[in-house]
Protein backbone atom coordinates (compact mmCIF):
# COMPACT_ATOMS: atom_id res chain seq x y z
CA UNK A 1 0.00 0.00 0.00
CA UNK A 2 1.49 3.35 -0.83
CA UNK A 3 0.26 6.35 1.30
CA UNK A 4 0.08 9.82 -0.43
CA UNK A 5 -2.53 12.96 0.29
CA UNK A 6 -5.96 12.71 -1.57
CA UNK A 7 -5.21 14.92 -4.12
CA UNK A 8 -2.65 13.15 -5.86
CA UNK A 9 -4.30 9.70 -4.66
CA UNK A 10 -7.61 11.56 -6.80
CA UNK A 11 -5.06 11.65 -9.76
CA UNK A 12 -3.68 8.76 -9.46
CA UNK A 13 -6.91 6.67 -9.94
CA UNK A 14 -7.82 8.86 -12.68
CA UNK A 15 -4.72 7.91 -14.93
CA UNK A 16 -4.89 4.30 -14.07
CA UNK A 17 -9.19 4.72 -14.88
CA UNK A 18 -7.79 6.03 -18.26
CA UNK A 19 -4.77 3.10 -19.09
CA UNK A 20 -7.04 0.66 -18.30
CA UNK A 21 -9.91 1.74 -20.63
CA UNK A 22 -7.10 2.96 -23.54
CA UNK A 23 -6.18 -1.08 -22.89
CA UNK A 24 -9.38 -2.31 -23.23
CA UNK A 25 -10.73 -0.25 -26.06
CA UNK A 26 -7.59 -1.27 -28.29
CA UNK A 27 -7.97 -5.14 -26.86
CA UNK A 28 -11.47 -4.74 -28.26
CA UNK A 29 -10.68 -3.94 -31.33
CA UNK A 30 -7.97 -6.52 -31.60
CA UNK A 31 -8.83 -9.78 -33.91
CA UNK A 32 -8.14 -12.74 -32.50
CA UNK A 33 -8.80 -16.19 -33.69
CA UNK A 34 -11.46 -17.74 -31.29
CA UNK A 35 -11.62 -21.16 -30.03
CA UNK A 36 -13.43 -20.03 -27.05
CA UNK A 37 -16.18 -17.25 -26.99
CA UNK A 38 -14.60 -14.41 -24.72
CA UNK A 39 -11.03 -15.77 -24.29
CA UNK A 40 -9.21 -12.55 -24.18
CA UNK A 41 -5.96 -11.45 -23.08
CA UNK A 42 -7.56 -9.28 -20.26
CA UNK A 43 -4.27 -6.50 -20.43
CA UNK A 44 -6.90 -4.37 -18.45
CA UNK A 45 -6.70 -6.37 -15.55
CA UNK A 46 -3.03 -5.79 -15.07
CA UNK A 47 -3.83 -1.99 -14.45
CA UNK A 48 -6.65 -3.21 -11.99
CA UNK A 49 -3.85 -5.36 -9.86
CA UNK A 50 -1.74 -2.79 -9.79
CA UNK A 51 -4.27 -0.47 -8.17
CA UNK A 52 -5.23 -2.98 -5.68
CA UNK A 53 -1.52 -3.48 -4.91
CA UNK A 54 -1.18 -0.05 -4.68
CA UNK A 55 -4.34 1.96 -3.14
CA UNK A 56 -6.23 -1.31 -1.57
CA UNK A 57 -10.11 -2.77 -2.27
CA UNK A 58 -11.93 0.50 -2.17
CA UNK A 59 -10.38 2.66 -4.67
CA UNK A 60 -10.04 -0.92 -6.75
CA UNK A 61 -13.58 -1.45 -6.84
CA UNK A 62 -13.89 2.77 -7.99
CA UNK A 63 -11.43 2.00 -10.81
CA UNK A 64 -13.41 -1.09 -11.65
CA UNK A 65 -17.21 0.57 -11.82
CA UNK A 66 -15.75 3.35 -13.30
CA UNK A 67 -13.48 1.68 -16.51
CA UNK A 68 -16.83 -0.76 -17.23
CA UNK A 69 -19.41 1.88 -17.35
CA UNK A 70 -17.18 4.27 -19.84
CA UNK A 71 -16.40 1.50 -21.72
CA UNK A 72 -19.94 0.23 -22.59
CA UNK A 73 -20.68 3.91 -23.38
CA UNK A 74 -17.65 3.92 -25.62
CA UNK A 75 -18.00 0.37 -27.29
CA UNK A 76 -21.99 0.68 -27.23
CA UNK A 77 -22.39 -3.00 -25.92
CA UNK A 78 -24.95 -2.49 -23.04
CA UNK A 79 -25.32 -6.13 -22.28
CA UNK A 80 -21.67 -6.51 -21.82
CA UNK A 81 -22.26 -4.19 -18.79
CA UNK A 82 -23.58 -7.02 -16.28
CA UNK A 83 -21.10 -9.30 -17.55
CA UNK A 84 -18.14 -7.23 -16.83
CA UNK A 85 -19.31 -5.32 -13.65
CA UNK A 86 -19.99 -8.58 -11.75
CA UNK A 87 -17.08 -10.56 -13.17
CA UNK A 88 -15.02 -7.28 -12.62
CA UNK A 89 -15.99 -7.03 -8.28
CA UNK A 90 -15.86 -10.67 -7.94
CA UNK A 91 -12.19 -11.08 -9.37
CA UNK A 92 -11.59 -8.10 -7.67
CA UNK A 93 -12.79 -9.00 -4.10
CA UNK A 94 -10.78 -12.86 -4.48
CA UNK A 95 -7.80 -11.00 -5.46
CA UNK A 96 -8.02 -8.58 -2.44
CA UNK A 97 -9.26 -11.41 0.13
CA UNK A 98 -5.87 -13.84 -1.17
CA UNK A 99 -3.61 -10.83 -1.19
CA UNK A 100 -4.55 -9.72 2.40
CA UNK A 101 -4.98 -12.82 4.05
CA UNK A 102 -2.70 -15.34 2.00
CA UNK A 103 0.12 -13.45 1.22
CA UNK A 104 2.47 -15.73 2.88
CA UNK A 105 1.10 -18.14 0.20
CA UNK A 106 0.82 -16.69 -2.88
CA UNK A 107 2.69 -14.65 -4.99
CA UNK A 108 1.37 -11.44 -7.03
CA UNK A 109 1.40 -13.79 -9.98
CA UNK A 110 -1.09 -16.10 -7.85
CA UNK A 111 -3.41 -13.92 -7.18
CA UNK A 112 -3.47 -12.76 -10.63
CA UNK A 113 -4.13 -16.43 -11.58
CA UNK A 114 -6.76 -16.68 -9.26
CA UNK A 115 -8.44 -13.18 -10.52
CA UNK A 116 -8.31 -14.56 -14.03
CA UNK A 117 -10.31 -17.69 -13.00
CA UNK A 118 -12.93 -15.82 -10.61
CA UNK A 119 -13.37 -13.53 -13.59
CA UNK A 120 -14.03 -16.87 -15.79
CA UNK A 121 -16.43 -18.71 -13.27
CA UNK A 122 -18.53 -15.74 -12.63
CA UNK A 123 -18.58 -14.35 -16.16
CA UNK A 124 -19.85 -18.22 -17.26
CA UNK A 125 -22.32 -18.02 -14.66
CA UNK A 126 -23.91 -14.85 -15.68
CA UNK A 127 -23.73 -16.43 -18.93
CA UNK A 128 -25.61 -19.57 -17.82
CA UNK A 129 -28.62 -16.99 -16.01
CA UNK A 130 -28.92 -14.55 -18.58
CA UNK A 131 -29.44 -17.33 -21.15
CA UNK A 132 -30.91 -20.20 -18.58
CA UNK A 133 -28.94 -22.67 -20.82
CA UNK A 134 -26.39 -25.38 -18.60
CA UNK A 135 -24.78 -25.87 -22.23
CA UNK A 136 -22.27 -22.85 -21.89
CA UNK A 137 -20.43 -24.27 -18.85
CA UNK A 138 -18.79 -26.63 -21.57
CA UNK A 139 -16.54 -23.68 -22.21
CA UNK A 140 -15.27 -23.17 -18.78
CA UNK A 141 -12.47 -25.60 -18.54
CA UNK A 142 -10.86 -23.80 -22.11
CA UNK A 143 -11.20 -20.70 -20.44
CA UNK A 144 -9.80 -22.31 -17.08
CA UNK A 145 -6.71 -23.41 -19.35
CA UNK A 146 -6.13 -19.92 -20.62
CA UNK A 147 -6.69 -17.86 -17.64
CA UNK A 148 -3.51 -19.53 -16.37
CA UNK A 149 -1.30 -18.07 -19.25
CA UNK A 150 -3.01 -14.99 -19.01
CA UNK A 151 -3.10 -14.81 -15.64
CA UNK A 152 0.59 -15.26 -15.44
CA UNK A 153 1.13 -12.06 -17.84
CA UNK A 154 -1.01 -10.29 -15.90
CA UNK A 155 0.97 -11.09 -12.78
CA UNK A 156 3.88 -10.83 -13.90
CA UNK A 157 3.08 -7.10 -15.87
CA UNK A 158 1.34 -5.93 -12.68
CA UNK A 159 4.53 -6.39 -10.61
CA UNK A 160 7.03 -4.23 -12.88
CA UNK A 161 4.02 -1.71 -12.60
CA UNK A 162 3.75 -1.80 -9.12
CA UNK A 163 7.37 -1.24 -8.42
CA UNK A 164 7.73 1.64 -11.59
CA UNK A 165 4.72 3.29 -9.93
CA UNK A 166 5.78 3.14 -6.31
CA UNK A 167 9.08 4.26 -7.21
CA UNK A 168 7.04 7.57 -8.85
CA UNK A 169 5.01 8.45 -6.16
CA UNK A 170 7.36 8.43 -3.48
CA UNK A 171 10.26 10.65 -4.93
CA UNK B 1 9.57 -6.31 -5.85
CA UNK B 2 11.13 -9.78 -7.33
CA UNK B 3 9.61 -12.05 -9.97
CA UNK B 4 9.16 -15.52 -8.13
CA UNK B 5 6.88 -18.52 -8.29
CA UNK B 6 6.28 -19.61 -4.38
CA UNK B 7 5.19 -23.42 -3.97
CA UNK B 8 1.94 -22.44 -4.15
CA UNK B 9 1.35 -20.75 -7.13
CA UNK B 10 3.09 -23.98 -8.97
CA UNK B 11 0.56 -25.98 -7.05
CA UNK B 12 -2.87 -24.02 -7.84
CA UNK B 13 -1.30 -23.69 -11.33
CA UNK B 14 -1.21 -27.98 -11.67
CA UNK B 15 -4.78 -28.21 -10.07
CA UNK B 16 -6.42 -25.52 -12.72
CA UNK B 17 -4.72 -27.69 -15.51
CA UNK B 18 -5.75 -31.19 -14.33
CA UNK B 19 -9.27 -30.22 -13.51
CA UNK B 20 -9.51 -28.86 -17.03
CA UNK B 21 -7.50 -31.55 -18.94
CA UNK B 22 -9.71 -34.16 -17.29
CA UNK B 23 -13.14 -32.40 -17.95
CA UNK B 24 -12.13 -31.56 -21.39
CA UNK B 25 -11.49 -35.72 -21.78
CA UNK B 26 -14.44 -36.09 -20.11
CA UNK B 27 -16.47 -34.07 -22.79
CA UNK B 28 -14.60 -35.59 -25.44
CA UNK B 29 -15.91 -38.98 -25.07
CA UNK B 30 -18.75 -38.12 -27.08
CA UNK B 31 -16.81 -37.54 -29.94
CA UNK B 32 -15.93 -40.71 -31.11
CA UNK B 33 -19.52 -41.93 -30.99
CA UNK B 34 -21.10 -42.57 -34.33
CA UNK B 35 -24.78 -41.15 -33.50
CA UNK B 36 -27.36 -39.38 -35.68
CA UNK B 37 -26.81 -35.79 -34.87
CA UNK B 38 -29.02 -32.80 -34.90
CA UNK B 39 -28.21 -29.36 -35.34
CA UNK B 40 -30.23 -27.46 -32.67
CA UNK B 41 -30.63 -23.54 -32.43
CA UNK B 42 -32.56 -21.97 -28.93
CA UNK B 43 -33.72 -18.76 -28.67
CA UNK B 44 -33.84 -17.44 -25.21
CA UNK B 45 -34.23 -20.87 -23.94
CA UNK B 46 -37.05 -21.82 -26.37
CA UNK B 47 -35.79 -24.18 -29.86
CA UNK B 48 -35.98 -22.74 -32.57
CA UNK B 49 -35.45 -24.74 -35.21
CA UNK B 50 -34.21 -28.47 -35.41
CA UNK B 51 -32.60 -30.49 -38.20
CA UNK B 52 -30.49 -33.96 -38.67
CA UNK B 53 -27.04 -32.88 -39.27
CA UNK B 54 -26.43 -34.78 -42.75
CA UNK B 55 -23.45 -34.51 -45.21
CA UNK B 56 -25.29 -33.45 -48.09
CA UNK B 57 -27.84 -30.79 -46.03
CA UNK B 58 -27.34 -27.18 -46.68
CA UNK B 59 -29.69 -24.96 -45.23
CA UNK B 60 -29.83 -21.41 -44.29
CA UNK B 61 -31.65 -20.27 -40.74
CA UNK B 62 -32.51 -17.03 -40.03
CA UNK B 63 -32.70 -15.95 -36.51
CA UNK B 64 -34.22 -12.82 -35.81
CA UNK B 65 -34.04 -11.07 -32.55
CA UNK B 66 -35.87 -8.14 -30.98
CA UNK B 67 -32.65 -5.78 -32.38
CA UNK B 68 -30.05 -7.99 -33.64
CA UNK B 69 -30.21 -11.10 -36.12
CA UNK B 70 -27.93 -13.90 -37.00
CA UNK B 71 -27.93 -16.04 -40.12
CA UNK B 72 -26.77 -19.11 -39.23
CA UNK B 73 -25.70 -21.46 -42.40
CA UNK B 74 -25.68 -25.56 -42.31
CA UNK B 75 -23.21 -26.08 -44.57
CA UNK B 76 -22.29 -30.19 -45.58
CA UNK B 77 -22.04 -31.08 -41.85
CA UNK B 78 -20.51 -27.66 -40.70
CA UNK B 79 -22.50 -25.18 -38.88
CA UNK B 80 -21.59 -21.40 -38.66
CA UNK B 81 -22.68 -18.22 -38.32
CA UNK B 82 -22.39 -16.49 -41.37
CA UNK B 83 -23.65 -13.06 -40.91
CA UNK B 84 -24.56 -11.19 -37.75
CA UNK B 85 -24.97 -7.45 -36.36
CA UNK B 86 -24.50 -8.00 -33.01
CA UNK B 87 -22.13 -5.75 -31.44
CA UNK B 88 -19.30 -7.94 -30.03
CA UNK B 89 -19.61 -10.36 -33.57
CA UNK B 90 -18.09 -13.49 -31.06
CA UNK B 91 -20.59 -15.79 -32.83
CA UNK B 92 -19.50 -14.55 -36.30
CA UNK B 93 -15.55 -14.98 -35.62
CA UNK B 94 -16.06 -18.50 -33.86
CA UNK B 95 -14.79 -21.57 -36.08
CA UNK B 96 -17.51 -23.69 -37.81
CA UNK B 97 -18.65 -26.41 -35.24
CA UNK B 98 -19.24 -29.96 -36.67
CA UNK B 99 -19.11 -32.46 -33.64
CA UNK B 100 -21.32 -33.28 -30.40
CA UNK B 101 -21.38 -31.44 -27.38
CA UNK B 102 -19.98 -28.56 -29.36
CA UNK B 103 -21.85 -24.53 -29.19
CA UNK B 104 -21.83 -21.27 -30.72
CA UNK B 105 -23.13 -18.61 -28.21
CA UNK B 106 -24.19 -15.41 -28.62
CA UNK B 107 -24.91 -13.09 -26.07
CA UNK B 108 -26.47 -10.39 -27.06
CA UNK B 109 -28.82 -12.02 -29.20
CA UNK B 110 -29.88 -14.76 -26.43
CA UNK B 111 -29.05 -17.40 -29.14
CA UNK B 112 -27.56 -20.80 -28.92
CA UNK B 113 -26.46 -23.38 -31.82
CA UNK B 114 -25.49 -26.67 -30.70
CA UNK B 115 -25.36 -30.36 -32.22
CA UNK B 116 -26.45 -32.89 -30.00
CA UNK B 117 -27.51 -36.64 -30.36
CA UNK B 118 -30.36 -36.34 -29.26
CA UNK B 119 -33.56 -35.67 -30.75
CA UNK B 120 -36.14 -33.73 -28.77
CA UNK B 121 -39.55 -35.31 -30.86
CA UNK B 122 -38.48 -38.26 -29.40
CA UNK B 123 -39.54 -37.74 -25.65
CA UNK B 124 -42.07 -35.05 -26.10
CA UNK B 125 -44.92 -33.95 -23.63
CA UNK B 126 -47.74 -36.78 -25.14
CA UNK B 127 -46.72 -39.84 -23.95
CA UNK B 128 -49.78 -41.66 -25.44
CA UNK B 129 -52.93 -41.16 -27.32
CA UNK B 130 -55.52 -42.87 -27.19
CA UNK B 131 -58.71 -42.62 -29.54
Known sequence: MIKINKTRKIIFLSILTTISLIISIFENSMSLPIISPGAKLGLSNIIILTTLLAFGLKDTLIVVMLKCIILTIIVGNPISLIYSVFSGIMSTIVMYLVNKYFNNLFSEIGVSVLGAITHNISQTFVAVIMLSNVRIFVYLPILSLTSIFTGVFVGISAIFTFTTLSKYINH | MKIKFTKCDIILILIIVVV???????????????????????????????????????????????????????????????????????????????????LIVCIPNKVIITIESNNNNDNNDVDAITK
Open chain 2, 20 to 102: SVLSIVYMSFDYFKDNKLYVKIYKEDILFYQHELLDDFTETVYVEGEVYYNLVVIDKGRVYVKDANCPDKICKRHIPISRQGQ
